[in-house]
């Protein structure tokens, strides 16, 4: 048989493979990016200069080895013009096994598995992830991929910085300083030199000099994508915010919605039932759940006839019925979250323009049928500053806290509450009152000021509730309970010009843009195109794990 001249070797076929896996990976670096970002601060990568004259002089293999010369003399892969060297890919790939480490660690605290078996060697077969494709690949693949498409990122994003006269600021330079005394500490206590610890940490032909060097380079790179971002998100014009805004208003409104789902109990066949009569007998269940929801919806005029109803629909046929609300209240819904709740139907429903709060209807959908009630129709949102003073519990258990510990922090509370209102009740004289008795360390230097609050933020509901109250103005005072104590407020601003669906609109315009120039800055066919040498590649993954397997054997035995 002639040979096919269009086959290909199983190398090639996977060189190709994962070359389009990168591709399609940097097509997604700034989400992946930001990922890596906010993980952890590890440490970063190494250039290395490449060191050759030792080998042409024939010094030994061991003599060679132990300071890096082969892993800086070889190239792993080039990016553009410019070659990275075994020594800084080997960085690259320690760095993004570290990171996943990290990661691993820090959501199993919370109860997360992410996937990732930091007990096997990245290569053990069973130890896996999926690729950009959903495809199955051991975590040694997912380490070289990562370390290409990083090593690209920090290449080309470093060399743009630099044509654009990015340089480090003081501050910086500082924290690059603090880092590195920061490992030679870390060495000291484990009694190695400060570039054995980095060897260690990141591989063969690493020491202070590449390490000072990578971090200078990261952040730098790091400080040019972050200005990009910004740029182009500042470079979307208002016209066409607002051009948008008008065509898909509701995409970017708020609403307040009660509900309550009647959801259908898929069957299964019993033995021996057909298809068609399992089908008959799913659609008279359906029915039949419908018609209790048009049952129970005909007694809702208002909230409280809507939550009585459904108390009584689920209390139905109990012998300890339950006086709990069965309804969902959800505040400053989204309409993109309203259609997963509440199904696209019931979603236009409520951000209608006709809607009025009050209204309620019935939506039947492919997963059962919705009662909906609207509690404040369709609204914009802006951003609000607001001060405190805190008055913490001071309990003796943060988890249980006494009548008498709140009474005792209400009664402190509404003391310097009342004395600052028989004062000027200024916001000068709030800002003092805060100084000289607020507990919260987070915003007690400033006077207790939290700026641009949006209503969506992370904070305890009692804060922002009385912040986006109904006709809230500047100068108004009040005393909330939340969980940490009792808040002394002042409301500073109302900022009508800070509105949510302009910075929504802002920010998605601006990262399309930026998404658009970031994959052709990593383009496959542009001046920072990846060509990589996969003998050392692999030999960097190979030797990791090696290495992984030879200390994870000597911690068996030594537990023997």
């Known amino acids: 048989m002639a040979k096919n001249e269009s086959s290909k070797s199983k190398a090639e076929i996977y060189r190709e493979e994962r070359k389009e896996r990168i591709a399609k990976a940097n097509k997604k670096n700034a989400k992946s990016i930001e990922k890596r970002n906010n993980a952890a601060k590890i440490a970063k990568k190494v250039i290395a200069v490449v060191v050759v004259v030792a080998i042409v002089l024939g010094i030994g293999w061991k003599f060679v080895d132990s300071f890096g010369l082969i892993e800086k ?321 001071n309990a003796a258990d943060e988890n249980n806290v006494t009548d008498e510990e709140k009474k005792a922090a209400y009664d402190k509370a509404k003391k310097l509450y009342d004395s600052w209102l028989g004062g000027d009740k200024t916001e000068d004289s709030f800002k003092t009152l805060v100084t000289a008795n607020s507990e919260d360390t987070g915003s007690v230097e400033n006077g207790g000021l939290y700026e641009n609050i949006r209503i969506t933020d992370n904070y305890v509901s009692e804060f922002l509730d009385w912040s986006f109250a109904d006709g809230r103005k500047a100068g108004d005072s009040g005393i909330i309970e939340t969980t940490y104590g009792y808040h002394i407020m002042y409301f500073v601003s109302d900022n009508t010009d800070d509105l949510d669906w302009k910075n929504t609109i802002r920010t998605d315009m601006g990262k399309t843009a930026f998404d658009e120039y970031n994959e052709n800055l990593l383009a496959d066919d542009g001046s920072y195109k990846v060509v990589e040498n996969e003998t050392w590649t692999s030999y960097v993954s190979k030797d990791f794990c090696k290495k992984f397997k030879k200390n994870l054997a000597y911690s068996s035995a030594s537990k023997k």
């Open 73 to 393: 003399a070889t190239t792993a892969m080039t990016v553009g013009s410019d070659k990275i060297s075994t020594a800084e890919f080997a960085y690259y790939y320690n760095a993004q096994y570290q990171q996943m480490s990290y990661m691993s660690s820090y959501y199993a605290q919370s109860g997360y598995n992410i996937g990732f078996d930091s007990s096997k060697s990245p290569d053990d077969p069973t130890n896996t992830t999926t690729d950009a494709d959903g495809n199955k690949i051991t975590w040694a693949q997912y380490f070289t991929d990562s370390a290409v498409e990083r090593a690209q990122f920090i290449d080309a994003y470093y060399k743009e910085a630099l044509k654009a006269d990015f340089k480090l600021s003081e501050d910086e330079q500082k924290e690059i300083e603090e880092t590195v005394e920061n490992y030679r500490k870390q060495a000291a206590e484990n009694n190695f030199s400060l570039s054995a610890y980095l060897k260690a940490s990141f591989g063969e032909g690493f020491n202070e000099k590449t390490f000072r060097k990578q971090l200078e380079m990261e952040t730098i790179a790091q400080n040019f994508y972050n200005d990009q971002k910004s740029s182009f998100n500042a470079d979307v014009k208002d016209s066409d915010i607002e051009a948008e805004y008008k065509e898909n208003a509701k995409k970017y409104n708020y609403a307040d919605v009660r509900f309550f789902a009647f959801t259908y109990t898929i069957l299964s066949a019993a033995e021996g039932e057909s298809e068609d009569e399992l089908k008959a007998r799913q659609t008279a269940a359906n029915d039949e759940l419908l018609a209790k929801a048009k049952e129970v919806y005909a007694k809702c005029k208002d909230a409280d006839s809507f939550i009585a109803a459904v108390k009584a629909y689920k209390n139905e046929g109990s012998d300890t019925p339950s006086d709990t609300d069965a309804t969902t209240l959800t505040n400053h819904i989204l309409y993109s979250a309203a259609s997963s709740s509440l199904t696209e139907k019931g979603a236009d429903w409520l951000f209608d323009g006709a809607r009025k709060a009050g209204d309620i209807t019935l939506i039947e959908g492919e997963k059962g049928a919705y009662i909906i009630m609207c509690v404040k129709p369709s609204y914009t949102g802006n951003s609000v500053n607001v001060r405190h003073c805190l008055i913490k519990f």
